[in-house]
């Protein structure tokens, strides 16, 4: 067991228990996963379970504020109806994403980057990357079937579809990847994953097979998944000594984080404006909602990459022998 949890350098091996037999179980894991971690490491993975815990929350919250309140059901109503405006030349572009998308699509994309780390003899992040993979998709299929309800509020009830289970495909493949490629491909991975997981996301928008919340919400667990396993991951799953910790990565955080502040103002006031008249009774804007949350599902995208990319690479940071 040691032997695969080991990097290739040796950096990995067990150390040989000099104290009394009864070792505490964070004792035995630090001796398995690597050496102990340092306090730069330990804080990187507090934050990254501290990440983790906000996005589940904002699952919830997602839910509770679009898909259990008449107000929230009345928006997103009209962001559904408003996708039918242009839908016939925008599906041609969206369709097409949509139909790769699929459970071998999901066997195939595990299998990718998990391949990627066995070629590269990272026998944990392999692991990671069936676990995350693994673990966001079956979230997503339990909290949508058997977790969250969608009641009947303002005559918009039926089958609750929060999470999206195709924008959960597309963004655990793209954090998958950002798992197990080299240190300084991470940046670019992190910023195509983005650019994927939106263009699904909205592309679930443009053929009325989800609501906005719906492709937020399965963005958001996926979040939670990649910042799990590089928080839990034994030390062994760092990069190895020698890699160059200088990459792209505050340049790619950057653009990222540029592109959600620029579609998370509109898609905000957007979605304000359809609130307020929710609230108010009067009629809602149907294009403009359907705008305004399609711009909120490639907000939530770059800056779901923006902190996986960040967590990532902080928590793999190179180990100093």
């Known amino acids: 067991m040691t032997s695969l949890l080991s990097s290739p350098t040796g950096a990995g091996a ?25 306090a730069r490491a330990a804080g990187a993975r507090a934050v990254a379970l501290a990440a983790a815990l906000a996005a589940a929350a904002g699952v919830w919250v997602t839910w509770r504020a679009f898909v259990d309140t008449a107000v929230g059901q009345a928006v997103e109503k009209a962001a559904y109806a408003g996708a039918a405006y242009g839908q016939n030349r925008l599906w041609q572009v969206g369709e097409p994403i949509l139909e790769v998308v699929s459970v071998p699509f999901v066997v195939l994309g595990a299998a990718v980057a998990i391949l990627v780390a066995l070629l590269r003899r990272r026998w944990v992040q392999a692991i990671q990357a069936f676990v995350l993979v693994a673990g966001a998709n079956l979230t997503t299929q339990v909290l949508k079937y058997g977790y969250f309800e969608r009641p009947a509020l303002g005559g918009d009830g039926g089958a609750n579809s929060l999470p999206s289970g195709h ?72 990069d190895p000594p020698g890699v160059d910790a200088r990459t792209g990565t505050g340049l790619a955080v950057g653009f990222l984080g540029l592109g959600a502040l620029l579609t998370a103002l509109p898609a905000a006031w957007g979605l304000r404006e359809a609130y307020l008249a929710a609230g108010a009774g009067a009629a809602i804007a149907p294009v403009q909602t359907y705008v305004a949350g399609a711009l909120g599902v490639v907000a939530a995208a770059a800056a779901a990459f923006a902190v996986m990319l960040l967590i990532r690479q902080s928590t793999a940071r190179p180990r100093q022998d």
């Open 167 to 238: 924008t959960t495909v597309a963004a655990s493949f793209a954090a998958a990847l950002l798992l197990t490629v080299p240190r300084r491909a991470r940046p670019l991975v992190a910023v195509l994953g983005a650019g994927y997981t939106a263009a699904t996301g909205v592309s679930t928008l443009i053929g009325q097979w989800h609501r906005p919340s719906d492709a937020i919400a399965a963005i958001l667990v996926v979040l939670a998944w990649t910042a799990v396993v590089c928080a839990l991951g034994p030390s062994s799953a760092a």
């Open 14 to 38: 067990s150390e040989r228990s000099t104290g009394s037999p009864g070792l505490s179980t964070a004792s035995t894991i630090a001796s398995v996963g690597g050496s102990r971690p340092s």
